[in-house]
């Protein structure tokens, strides 16, 4: 047996080894705590952990090359990856050959199905005169016949007939470059079978959009209060002594023409002749059936009711009974047919319109589709990660804010190329949607895409005649000051980047709901520009009433969510939150199970059927599985057994 002592001894040793083991334990907890509090720095640590950190959207993803390096390949291997890569290469400028193609055959059956009912749009001289109805007939009629140039051009011809002032053009060119941006928007949609690329990609898309309405939405009102734009253009052709020049160069026309043409040819003036007000334009076609025609000018003898129906006194002869006078007379004659295939086609417009947009909507989306694919094929590895850095990384301090207009001017020249700021924005919304060019370096793009087009709607306008050069000049230099107001709004502080916000605030909305990008579509492109110019036809007094309490409402939303985030001290605790309101009003949810209900009657003849088999071959499964049941509590008894051994089995 031990002594007091030793007792002691042991005891206080005890109590020091157990203190020692404390402070270590203490260290070691401290030491934990001290790893996992810098490894909350790392995913990595996170994973380990099991509390992984949800990645953000928004980052560019990695690209995986799962190919076998290039000093690994033996001589087939590499002539077999040398020949691959080349014919992924011209493959893609095939697809992309064709994705133009169809964009302008787009553009041609819009023009068959809509364009003389953009032109009778135009006619409505009365309501041209109110801002915003002529904003909203510029985005309808661009959206008609999915041409900005177009419908520029109608807009010339109407003031140089005297039909319009370039006071109340202004307006309408405005809304030609929201309608424009339908179509890029349009193109993202054939990425939303992946939650992320179309993400990005719708984001990518509707940075262009947003851009267009915000800058409508703040220079709208200053043009028609100060009437800068006008001025300031008026002046500029005033200035100088311009004379009619060359035609703008056709740089990718001449390569999509020889297929484009084949197709189809339109008589675009048919639609300048209807909104300038010549009947017998209603009943020409649109397709152009003679290429080539000779126009003969004569004087001849005209026979006319009286003196002032005469050209000119001094080309009057009067007779008792009737009245003679010399006029120039035009007479056309046809000399070539056009060689595309609608040529001989005895057809209406509108079926020739719809079977060349079924055509061409099918090709576009197919194409996109092969390209995304290409794309993805292709861009692997290190050439993604060299284009990745190439199109994303800044120039190094104090210069990265240089690189953003570089891109601008990258943007102007590309679509200075293709002659359509259409065409290059749909180009780079795939690319957005894979993750090879960020939508913080797209936006700078778009902006570029817009001052591009309206460089090549300056070179036009420098071709026009001399009796339709001026106002023709003048009217591209009010699009070119336009944008160019527009990027100074939105682009040079950071803060001011607003569209780069709400698009992914939006693609967000659309990446979770993805029904809602085809009512984003809907409702800002089609339903709200034929409200407003709706309202416009019922007069001023009728768009003002209705329209005054709804943007009045909007802005108050607009002002509580922002307090909501920011400052929610400020409100009472009603507003604070939307739970006071049905969930319906500030929710997608319960419309997301409406659309998620539609969707399932609309194919439910094939699920029904599906079902049924199941629920039959389960029901003998049952019966063949060896239940003999006495009575019905055993049956429901052995049911619940087996629902809970399904359900531990999915947990």
């Keep these: 047996m031990a002594s007091r002592p030793e007792l002691e001894d042991q005891k206080s040793t005890g109590s020091t080894e157990k203190h020692k083991d404390d402070q270590l334990s203490g260290n070691s907890e401290t030491e934990e705590k001290a790893v996992s509090m810098a490894s909350a720095h790392s995913t990595v640590g996170l994973v380990e952990r099991g509390c992984e950190e949800e990645k953000d959207p928004w980052d560019l993803p990695e690209l995986q090359d799962g190919a076998a390096a290039w000093s690994e390949l033996d001589t087939k291997g590499k002539v077999l990856r040398v020949v691959t890569s080349t014919g992924k290469g011209l493959l893609l400028l095939g697809f992309l050959y064709m994705f133009i193609c169809s964009l302008d055959i787009l553009s041609s059956a819009f023009q068959l199905v809509g364009g003389k009912a953009a032109g009778d749009i135009f006619t409505e001289g009365s309501v041209l005169s109110n801002p915003l109805a002529g904003l909203v007939i510029g985005v309808l009629v661009t959206l008609l016949v999915q041409s900005s140039s177009t419908s520029s051009s109608i807009v010339v011809s109407m003031v140089s007939s005297g039909l319009l002032q370039v006071q109340m053009a202004v307006p309408v060119i405005m809304g030609t470059n929201i309608g424009t941006s339908v179509t890029n928007t349009l193109v993202a949609m054939t990425q939303a079978g992946d939650r992320n690329k179309f993400r990005r990609a719708f984001a990518g898309a509707t940075v262009h959009d947003f851009f267009n309405w915000l800058s409508v939405l703040v220079l709208l009102p200053l043009e028609v209060a100060s009437g800068y734009m006008y001025k300031l253009t008026k002046l500029l052709v005033d200035s100088f002594n311009i004379q009619s020049g060359e035609e703008a160069p056709d740089l990718l026309h001449v390569i999509t023409d020889p297929l484009t043409k084949a197709i189809i040819e339109l008589d675009k003036s048919v639609i300048s002749d209807i909104a300038t007000g010549d009947p017998a334009a209603r009943n020409k076609s649109l397709i152009l059936k003679w290429c080539k025609t000779f126009t003969n000018v004569t004087l001849r003898n005209e026979t006319v009711p009286g003196p002032e129906n005469c050209t000119s006194p001094a080309l009057c002869w009067c007779s008792p009974d009737l009245c003679y006078t010399l006029r120039n007379i035009s007479e056309t004659y046809n000399i070539q047919k056009c060689n595309h295939i609608f040529v001989n086609v005895d057809l209406s417009d509108l079926v020739v319109g719809l079977i060349l947009l079924a055509l061409s909507l099918l090709v576009l989306c197919s194409c996109l589709v092969l390209i995304v694919k290409l794309l993805n094929s292709v861009l692997k590895g290190q050439v993604a990660v060299v284009i990745k850095k190439v199109l994303n990384t800044d120039f190094p301090f104090p210069f990265g804010w240089v690189t953003g207009y570089i891109a601008i001017l990258v943007g102007a020249g590309m679509t200075f190329i293709v002659q359509s700021s259409s065409v290059f924005t749909s180009a780079i919304t795939p690319l957005v949607g894979i993750g090879v060019i960020s939508i913080e370096r797209a936006y700078p793009l778009s902006l570029g895409s817009n001052i591009g087009t309206t460089t090549t709607a ?73 409200l407003v110019f709706g309202l416009s036809l019922a007069g001023w007094k009728v768009l003002v009433g209705v329209g005054v309490p709804i943007v009045a409402l909007l802005i108050i939303i607009i002002i509580v969510n922002v307090l909501q985030a920011r400052r929610p001290r400020c409100l009472p605790l009603v507003l604070r939150s939307w739970d006071f309101l049905p969930l319906w009003a500030h929710s997608l949810e319960p419309w997301d199970r409406v659309v998620a209900v539609a969707a399932a009657k609309c194919c439910c003849c094939c699920r029904c059927c599906q079902t ?40």
């Design 458 to 530: 300056i070179l036009a306008a420098m071709a026009a005649p001399g009796d339709t050069l001026a106002n023709a000049l003048q009217i591209a230099l009010i699009h070119f000051l336009f944008n160019l107001s527009g990027i100074i709004l939105w682009y040079p502080i950071p803060f001011t980047r607003i569209p780069i916000r709400l698009a992914k605030a939006l693609g967000n909305i659309t990446a979770e709901y993805r029904w809602f990008a085809g009512v984003y579509i809907i409702s800002c492109f089609f339903l709200l520009p034929l």
């Design 612 to 651: 049924g088999q199941g629920e039959e071959e389960e029901e003998e499964e049952e019966k063949g599985g060896g239940y003999v049941l006495e009575n019905g509590d055993d049956w429901e008894k052995k049911r619940e057994e087996k629902d809970d051994v399904l359900k531990a089995t999915q947990l």
